[in-house]
Nanobody, 124 residues
Framework: QLQASGGGLVQAGGSLSLSCAASGFTFDDYSIAWFRQAPGKEREGISC????????YYADSVKGRFTVSTDNAKTTVYLQMNSLKPEDTAVYYC???????????????????WGQGTLVTVSS
């Protein structure tokens, strides 16, 4: 089970940090990812951490602004979002057991475990 939190309203240029806590497994067991879905748009995989080598992937839309990390216990994954833009407005989901191949620039769109989503709204 995954529990996401940390969404909210922020002005453009601001920062937010999302958290996703796992219960029943650790992120050493599965690759983990953050997705987002804006109104009227398809779900987008924006970041992931590979369970095999801990390498990370970022979509071009967030590269350089967002940072994914985990805690030492590997039960919580974070998404630090800086320099937020209005186009970052979306519901953000964490997911586990997802295909994550950063060296090939690949993130899968399917996952076995999903958090409930947390809304991020960036005002201009």
């Amino acid at each position: 089970q995954l529990q996401a939190s940390g969404g909210g309203l922020v002005q453009a240029g601001g920062s937010l940090s999302l958290s996703c806590a796992a219960s029943g497994f650790t992120f050493d067991d599965y690759s983990i990812a953050w997705f987002r879905q804006a109104p009227g748009k398809e779900r987008e995989g924006i970041s992931c951490i590979s369970s095999s080598d801990k390498s990370t992937y970022y979509a071009d839309s967030v590269k350089g602004r967002f940072t994914v990390s985990t805690d030492n216990a590997k039960t919580t994954v974070y998404l630090q979002m800086n320099s937020l833009k209005p186009e970052d407005t979306a519901v953000y989901y964490c997911a586990a057991d997802v295909i994550c191949l950063p060296t090939l620039n690949i993130i899968g769109i399917h996952a076995d475990y999903w958090g409930q989503g947390t809304l991020v709204t960036v005002s201009s």
